[in-house]
């Protein structure tokens, strides 16, 4: 799976000539993209559509051309369009003129106007009219999504998946399949690659229910967590709009061994989301598991058709179906207790000690999701092989971690069990109803408000009122969000459409630190929106502001189509961080970062030793990594899955405010956290602790032990002494191996990405290369 454009490489260049044809397969889950030389499968979504649209620019200009000299069979043909269609017709050399087709306001094609790229208000006053009169042209009508979770413990699958797949008398319109932990490997987590995606989705297909034909719409992959969507055939020409994304909550926010991948779609009138996910684990980390799914909702977007709109957020959409390895546990009874009430099927009663209802009631998470009745067994957990429960040492208490649920209007739950056939985990499936178009009534519909807009056009001048135009943040710290809410009325006689826009000589329309949520929108006549203005600083911009180089200072220009400007005041003041601070300037800073003036760090910030603040000798190392290394040294040497499992947001936030304030004395938080805050605060630095400037050198000798360290020793300084430091600290966690799960590999590809970073971006085989590097380092007996 290519993450990013290093994770490609340029295999074949094909000439875009005059004899150029793209012709669609006859599988409904890709456009197939086809000339004499070439074959692509491509996978629905708004990045196909932009690879087609540019391969029809070049082709159109190339035809231009061939109209020009008039030469061959072009003399008569039109420039193409550059819009995008995939539910299109196969299209031969003679009609290539109708490659792609503009869109009519047809009944046909509903679900792909509400969607289509809009960028001026009368487009964006119809979509809203048309939304706003939505029950006029649409009416329920019965749809069955089967929904699965599945977590197989890094095991191949041994037995046929029919008794869970086709489990139903009747075969459902939809298949969202979600599996989580499908591989446990060292490979799959940290190159996310795994042949157990093709085992799995063969055993799927294999399974689907037999009276059925169906289409693979979408596959989505992070590490071990893989949601597989299907639909039956004959529904495939109404689902548009299809996007997948994952993001990931393992250590920094970022391993992918927990976190969720989704899709998205339209399907006739509904927009829909399916999410899969797989949270913290362990007993005790419930709030960990808060905090995950907390991320997921506001980091998993989805980039929309129109590529100056913001991206859609899981809630919107009409229909939220979230299925997964959620994790959470039965608290307050021990192993003995439960299984009691299970052998007394008084699943109610154990009901009331599970996490995840809990935390439903109090709504720390799931608000306005609903789950079905639980009336199955819990579904964690067995021997595998069996349906014994956990006869292990550690004889795990059992608990429904795997579960499902949903969000929206016009559901109807069918079943909901686990099934026990099945004997590495057991999970359930779901049915629901969704809207479908009226195509009549919504013709009409759509007839009356063009008429209705026609005459409302240019009638008045929009305005709106603002609820304020200056808006201070106090105290911003370094990871921590920040938000103030920006209210607008429309007070004008017309609807209208706004937009934060760029100001003179600038890039963007705001500073790097502050975001407007959303930048751009539609607010009907006496209506009104809210606008989250957001101030979070990051790894990014946190060295200009602890320097001073930058402050929390920003105007915001808000326009209005068709009418004026609004200017709107953004301050605040930074507290300085450790985090994005440079290791040269925390070695001249002997006491916490914000006990410092302003000037005094302004000076510790300039390079060279020649600039210290002082004329003492400098600390050896920055006394805030110190503190995080000896706090681990005394209490971490033996914790299993240190630097492998995430601690909590809260609790980095109480371990920054005491390295930046020496209050209190000792860290707080968890092993855990501090692990974390100490991968955070390497990622952080400016310039990494080796230098860039020594980057390209490592690479190149990195196979050498002694040319390796010979490099290391002409490192600057305090550089160097960090390096060290760090490298001693983790030799000693290896020493304890047994207890906390670590090897040199592990520990290799988590430091190196940070110890040895690229100016540039790193690719595969450069990464391989700084974990080889480093490898010299941690094997006892280095120096």
Not at 151 to 157: A, D, F, K, L, S
Request: hydrophobic content about 35%; proline content about 5%; overall charge negative.
């Amino acid at each position: 799976m290519a993450i990013t454009a290093d994770d490609v490489s340029l295999e074949d260049i094909i000439p875009i000539s005059l004899d150029f044809a793209v012709v669609e397969g006859e599988l409904l889950s890709y456009f197939y993209f086809q000339t004499e030389e070439l074959e692509l499968r491509l996978p629905f979504g708004s990045h196909t559509r932009l690879f087609l649209s540019e391969v029809n620019r070049a082709w159109s200009g190339r035809s231009a051309l061939g109209d020009e000299k008039k030469e061959g069979p072009f003399e008569n043909e039109s420039v193409i369009s550059t819009l995008l269609l995939f539910s299109q017709s196969i299209f031969s050399r003679e009609d290539r003129h109708d490659l792609v087709r503009s869109s009519s306001h047809t009944p046909s094609n509903k679900a792909q106007i509400l969607a289509m790229p809009q960028f001026g208000l009368r487009d964006n006053l119809i979509r809203c009219e048309l939304l706003k009169n939505e029950d006029l042209y649409t009416y329920p009508e019965d749809f069955s999504f089967f929904l699965g979770t599945y977590n197989v413990n890094g095991q191949t699958p041994k037995e046929s998946l029919h008794p869970w797949l086709s489990c139903t008398l009747n075969p459902p319109d939809m298949y969202c399949i979600g599996f989580q932990e499908l591989d446990l490997s060292k490979e799959a987590f940290f190159f996310n690659d795994t042949p157990k995606e093709l085992e799995w989705t063969k055993a799927v297909s294999e399974a689907l229910h037999p009276d059925a034909k169906y289409a693979l719409v979408k596959l989505v992959r992070l590490v071990g967590i893989m949601l597989i969507f299907y639909v039956k055939k004959e529904h495939a020409e109404f689902i548009s709009d299809v996007e997948a994304e994952t993001v990931g909550t393992g250590i920094m926010g970022r391993m992918g061994n927990k976190g969720a991948v989704a899709v998205r779609f339209r399907f006739h009138n509904s927009d829909i989301c399916v999410v899969n996910s797989h949270l913290a684990a362990h007993i005790e980390e419930y709030e960990r598991r808060n905090q995950d799914y907390k991320e997921i909702c506001s980091r998993l977007q989805f980039r929309q058709l129109d590529p100056s709109q913001p991206p859609l957020t899981i809630m919107k959409h009409d229909v939220i179906l979230w299925i997964g390895d959620l994790n959470y546990r039965i608290s307050e009874l021990d192993v003995s207790n439960v299984k009691e009430l299970i052998g007394k099927k008084d699943f109610e009663t154990l009901y009331s000690y599970d996490q995840l209802k809990r935390q439903i009631n109090e709504e720390a998470v799931f608000v306005g999701f609903v789950e079905g009745d639980i009336a199955f067994q819990p579904t964690y957990k067995y021997d595998t092989g069996s349906d014994k429960w956990d006869t292990s040492e550690k004889c795990r208490v059992p608990a429904w971690c795997d579960r499902i649920l949903w969000r929206g209007k016009n559901i109807v739950q069918q079943h909901y069990q686990s099934h026990m056939a099945l004997k590495t985990s057991d999970h359930k499936p779901v049915s629901s109803l969704i809207k479908r178009v009226n195509p009549e009534a919504y013709k009409k519909t759509f007839e009356e408000i063009v008429r209705n807009i026609d005459k409302m056009e240019n009638e008045c001048i929009p305005s709106v009122t603002l609820s304020k135009r200056e808006f201070h943040f106090k105290d911003v710290k370094y990871m921590q969000h920040h938000a103030q809410t920006l209210s607008l009325f429309n007070d004008g006689q017309v609807p209208c459409q706004f937009e934060f826009i760029q100001k003179p000589n600038e890039p963007t329309y705001c500073k790097p630190w502050l975001t407007a949520n959303p930048p751009k929108g539609f607010i009907a006549q006496g209506g009104s929106v809210d606008i989250e203005l957001e101030v979070f600083v990051n790894r990014s911009t946190a060295p200009e502001l602890n320097s001073g180089k930058e402050q929390i200072e920003d105007i915001l220009v808000l326009h209005l189509e068709r009418g004026k400007d609004y200017f709107i005041s953004v301050i605040g003041n930074y507290l300085p961080s450790c985090y994005g601070s440079s290791i040269h300037s925390l070695c001249q800073l002997r006491e916490p970062i914000q006990d410092m003036s302003q000037e005094t760090l302004r000076e510790a910030n300039m390079s060279g030793d020649e600039n210290a603040v002082n004329t003492e000798k400098p600390l050896d190392i920055p006394k805030e990594l110190w503190m995080m290394v000896d706090h681990l040294f005394r209490n971490a040497l033996k914790q299993e899955d240190i630097f492998q499992q995430p601690g909590l947001r809260s609790e980095f936030a109480e371990i920054r405010d005491c390295l930046d304030t020496g209050i209190p004395d000792s860290l707080p938080g968890s092993n855990h956290s501090v692990a974390e805050a100490l991968l955070l605060f390497l990622d952080a630095l400016p310039e990494p602790v080796v230098p860039y400037s020594f980057y390209q050198q490592c690479l190149e000798i990195c196979s050498n032990a002694s040319q390796c360290e010979k490099v290391i020793s002409m490192l600057p300084q305090c550089h160097k002494n960090v390096f060290n430091y760090l490298a001693a600290f983790l030799r000693e966690l290896l020493k304890n191996s047994a207890s906390n799960r670590l090897d040199v590999n592990i520990l290799a590809t988590i430091f190196a990405s940070l110890l040895l970073r690229s100016p540039t971006k790193q690719d595969l085989a450069e990464k391989r290369k700084t974990q080889e590097f480093f490898q010299h380092f941690l094997a006892q007996g280095s120096s």
